[in-house]
């Protein structure tokens, strides 16, 4: 099974999420906290605010963003004569056990922090921590990564068989309603484990890649993308230079949510309220060309590890084979450079629920 | 400063402490928990119990001792009728920000468990967790690690001056003084920490080496081995092999703790109870002869690090040098195989405190 992590950032998403999109969110979060987040109810039940991060990769991007919930916390308190109730805080950073903790602690956390750290390692699909301990959840870019590839679109006998491509856009509706059926499965989970999590009046605070409920499949930028890369790969195959069934089987395990799946799975589960839910669009320089090649080359730095392991590749930094994947797909994708500014609006979702 | 964990386990440490000391002293924490663990107090405020293991290095033995802690617990919720109420349980890893947790999570840690993990890094001298959020600390063989070396025992115009040996149990008393310091100021630090962390009635579990009070220091058999090894570095430097000035800088920063240092710390500190200080026999087979051999090889691979770094040795896996200090020292080592039993007894301190 291919793992979340292994499978880290693909290029539009290198580009639309993490720090850049942090940037622009940050905004959205301040806003948010300050109008949403009960600190009467909460100082009155407990003196540690409990913040998880979930996905927190080696840290980089999302200790930025846990200070500034710190940060933007602290200053709610004050603002509201709370200053001297001000509470201990506590991060506790998620992201599967194979993560790299370790730089986390001895690279990118400062050495002295106003906040309480832990690492939670496990899959966020399930329960991390124990019952009503967390105030603040927050995600950013993790909720669009599937468990795991839907099963159905690597059996040969089922009409949802991904045959030829490596993403759903371009791909029958089975295959799509697949990938939508496995991001509902994923959702659920995940709600499910922070309803129990969370304690009431708790906020969590989810960014995703994303379209806007009326584009077409057919019209997600990100899609392109991997449509760019599953077709040199098929070329490749074609030309007999990989085999064809290892293309047919590797498929990018991401989903680009709409607002609609985010309100269907908050309706299913019940126990949360939608206080926000915007499209928004991360991107700095809207107008500027995108630089394609820099984005191929982080992401084979990204997959490499994974697509080598796929398709049985050694030593895959110095693979004939791999340069001429990711050369092939640099020539495809270069002519993404100049997408319309359109395409790139709207491509980030961010959602806040309160645990009712 | 050289760091708790580089200098991890030395010979006759790695013989009375961890996974052997667990078995015995597994015993000794059962029946304290039974005694004197208020299940009744903690159900009615808490749905989650949390543990802190400090000093879990890479968890091989602490989560054999974790886990017997969370069984006994469970147990004496059902003998005292509140199966309905049993809690969930957390247990907070946790070391130094060097240490390898990556290890911990992917090796050390059963994929399935019955208990929630987080990784907490830090010094456990000083605050690593919220205001009242521990129920339950065990520290096992971490205590006596000072946090670090005594300043005056490195100065040559201190009276402490500590030339010609790595260790302060057959030094001048001024030596030997400034350990006890420095481990009063790290007690005192650790015990403050602590006070704030637990919540009223939790259980602290600590297990250091140990001497008993009437014991003097000439007699310790760990003082016994650090001036063996000393001797041979010492040797070395007469010969001019190495540099007398980095033997007389070298020092092993743990200190072996009497019942009455702790006593005296819990009195100094005020937020703790004394439940039960014991002083016991972690060695299983007392009458058998110690294998020095084996002892010599593991501190070899545990304090290699340290050593070569201290004498600025390259490549320690491969040096001459390295292999002629650890020879010597063998040789000297060996002597100690057949130690009289008495000397292996009342070497290890069981100290259960409660938060008042």
New interface residues.
């Given amino acids: 099974m291919t793992t979340v992590l292994e499978v880290n950032l693909v290029i539009l998403e290198l580009r639309l999420c993490q720090r850049e999109a942090s940037i622009i969110v940050e905004a959205l979060i301040n806003e948010v906290i300050a109008e949403k987040l009960d600190i009467e109810n909460i100082s009155s039940t407990s ?2 605010i ?1 913040i998880a991060d979930l996905g927190c990769a080696s840290g980089t991007n999302t200790i930025f963003a846990t200070q500034n919930i710190i940060e933007v916390v602290e200053k709610l308190y004050r603002s509201k004569g709370f200053e001297s109730k001000i509470p ?3 991060v ?1 950073f998620n992201d599967l ?2 993560n ?3 730089t986390l ?2 690279s990118s ?1 400062p050495s002295e922090n106003n906040y ?7 899959s966020f699909h399930g ?7 967390l105030h603040i959840v927050h995600c950013s870019c993790g909720l669009h990564w599937l468990s795991k590839v839907p099963e159905e679109i690597l059996n040969k006998d089922s009409p949802a068989w991904n045959k030829g491509k490596i993403y759903y856009t371009s791909a029958s509706d089975q295959v799509a309603d697949a990938y939508a059926s496995q991001f509902d499965r994923d959702v659920d989970n995940f709600l499910n484990a922070r309803a129990v999590e969370m304690v009431s009046g708790g906020l969590m605070l989810l960014l995703t890649i994303a379209a806007a409920d009326g584009v077409s499949r057919s019209e997600m930028p990100q899609g392109w993308v991997h449509d760019a890369f599953g077709s040199s790969l098929m070329d490749m195959a074609k030309e007999g230079l990989i085999s064809e069934a290892k293309v047919d089987s590797f498929n990018v395990p991401i989903y680009i949510v709409r607002p609609n799946d985010m309100v269907r799975a908050v309706e299913r589960n019940g126990c949360f309220s939608i206080e926000r839910m915007q499209l928004t669009d991360p991107l700095l320089k809207i107008d500027e060309p995108l630089d394609m090649h820099a984005s191929v080359t982080h992401t084979r730095a990204a997959l490499g590890g994974l697509i080598a392991k796929h398709f049985g590749i050694e030593k895959h930094f110095e693979s004939e084979i791999m340069d001429e994947m990711f050369d092939r797909f640099d020539k495809k994708a270069v002519v993404f450079s100049t997408m319309e500014p359109r395409y790139k609006k709207n491509i980030v979702l961010f959602v806040t629920l309160k645990r009712k």
Same sequence: chains 1, 2.
């Fill in positions: 003196n540690t409990r201990e805080f506590q506790l056990p194979t790299d903790f370790n602690f001895t956390l309480f750290v832990a690492a939670v390692p496990g329960r991390l921590f124990p019952e009503s301990s």
